[in-house]
């Protein structure tokens, strides 16, 4: 049902394709490049997005920090999988395979910072649940003055940003000891082959590739990938796979003025009507109405 198609030529400037349409409620200027791309969201805007509540397993070009200030929930990072509940903070390196589920009671904020910004922050996954509430009122002042600078845009601002981040790894230094996910990290062959599988993932998303596509590029069979997803995510890879172009279909049809054909179309679909009927199964909504609902009616 897919097919390979050509990237097109053109793509909305300064968009990082791999950030849900639900995570770029505020974003730096490109006047200073390394934080044209940082991103802040409130937990419960990424709640809202669809009516989703797991977010697709899939890798980030970004540095991720989540604090979860209400509700409960669980992760799945790398293979392994924790609940979370009120006053945590999750932090996940750039490249690691995770699906974080965010239901419509869970609030806080999700923080993107461009890999390789801040030196200080953690190349390990990181999960700290505080009940000190100086802690808590730390984290959540230091989001809310990158909140606030990022929208304000005073002079100055993208020092007071980096600044904020940079303090923000102090906070996670700090507290390593406390860290629920500080486990050595499998190596597994299996593992390795997630990670892959999550990279090729977000080079080849709009490829139009089938399981089978991506099982030969990483020199398995189709069974034994789906097999070692299955053991780390809960779901086979052609799930993974489907969930992470309905994600991209969600940020095309949020972000772009592009027609529903041409997502489809971008996307490997040989069929609009195909693509429809599949992304109304996922979400619940026609990709025509999921637009109509999510729309920001012009680019980041």
Same mark, same amino acid.
């Given at each position: 049902?897919?097919?390979?198609?050509?990237?097109p030529a053109t793509e909305p400037p300064?968009?990082?394709?791999?950030?849900?349409?639900? *995570? =770029?409620?505020?974003? $730096?200027?490109?006047?200073?490049?390394?934080? /044209?791309?940082?991103? &802040?969201?409130?937990? +419960? %805007?990424?709640?809202?997005?669809?009516?989703?509540?797991?977010?697709?397993?899939?890798?980030?070009?970004?540095?991720?920090?989540?604090?979860?200030?209400?509700?409960?929930?669980?992760?799945?990072?790398?293979?392994?999988?924790?609940?979370?509940?009120?006053?945590?903070?999750?932090f996940v390196p750039a490249g690691v395979?995770?699906?974080?589920?965010?239901?419509?009671?869970?609030?806080?904020?999700?923080?993107?910072?461009p890999r390789g910004m801040e030196p200080?922050?953690?190349?390990?996954? *990181? =999960?700290?649940?505080? $009940?000190?509430?100086?802690?808590?009122?730390? /984290?959540?002042?230091? &989001?809310?003055?990158? +909140? %606030?600078?990022?929208?304000?845009?005073?002079?100055?601002?993208?020092?007071?940003?980096?600044?904020?981040?940079?303090?923000?790894?102090?906070?996670?230094?700090?507290?390593?000891?406390?860290?629920?996910?500080?486990?050595?990290?499998?190596?597994?062959?299996?593992?390795?082959?997630?990670?892959?599988?999550?990279?090729?993932?977000?080079?080849?998303?709009?490829?139009?590739?089938?399981?089978?596509?991506?099982?030969?590029?990483?020199?398995?069979?189709?069974?034994?990938?789906?097999?070692?997803?299955?053991?780390?995510?809960?779901?086979?890879?052609?799930?993974?796979?489907?969930?992470?172009? &309905?994600?991209?279909?969600?940020?095309?049809?949020?972000?772009?003025?592009?027609?529903?054909?041409?997502?489809?179309?971008?996307?490997?679909?040989?069929?609009?009507?195909?693509?429809?009927?599949?992304?109304?199964?996922?979400?619940?909504?026609?990709?025509?109405?999921?637009?109509?609902?999510?729309?920001?009616?012009?680019?980041?």
């Amino acid at each position: 049902m897919l097919r390979s198609v050509s990237k097109p030529a053109t793509e909305p400037p300064f968009i990082d394709r791999r950030f849900p349409a639900t *995570m =770029q409620e505020h974003a $730096t200027t490109p006047a200073s490049p390394a934080l /044209a791309y940082v991103r &802040i969201c409130s937990l +419960q %805007s990424v709640a809202s997005g669809a009516g989703w509540h797991v977010e697709a397993a899939r890798s980030l070009s970004a540095d991720l920090f989540l604090w979860i200030t209400k509700g409960q929930g669980r992760s799945t990072i790398d293979g392994i999988t924790r609940g979370y509940g009120p006053h945590t903070a999750v932090f996940v390196p750039a490249g690691v395979m995770h699906g974080i589920e965010v239901g419509p009671r869970v609030q806080g904020y999700a923080v993107f910072i461009p890999r390789g910004m801040e030196p200080g922050l953690p190349r390990n996954v *990181m =999960q700290i649940r505080t $009940t000190d509430m100086s802690e808590q009122g730390e /984290a959540t002042r230091m &989001i809310e003055v990158i +909140q %606030s600078e990022m929208s304000d845009r005073r002079e100055g601002f993208d020092r007071a940003v980096a600044a904020q981040i940079t303090m923000l790894s102090v906070w996670l230094e700090r507290r390593t000891g406390r860290n629920e996910r500080a486990a050595p990290a499998r190596s597994s062959a299996a593992q390795r082959i997630v990670r892959d599988f999550a990279a090729l993932l977000e080079r080849e998303i709009d490829a139009g590739k089938s399981v089978s596509d991506f099982a030969r590029a990483l020199s398995v069979t189709p069974t034994h990938l789906s097999r070692v997803c299955r053991d780390s995510f809960g779901k086979p890879a052609s799930e993974v796979l489907q969930d992470r172009i &309905i994600l991209e279909a969600r940020r095309m049809l949020g972000e772009t003025d592009l027609k529903v054909q041409e997502v489809s179309a971008r996307l490997g679909f040989s069929s609009p009507a195909y693509f429809t009927r599949l992304f109304a199964q996922r979400t619940g909504l026609s990709p025509s109405v999921f637009r109509q609902r999510h729309s920001r009616g012009a680019h980041v």
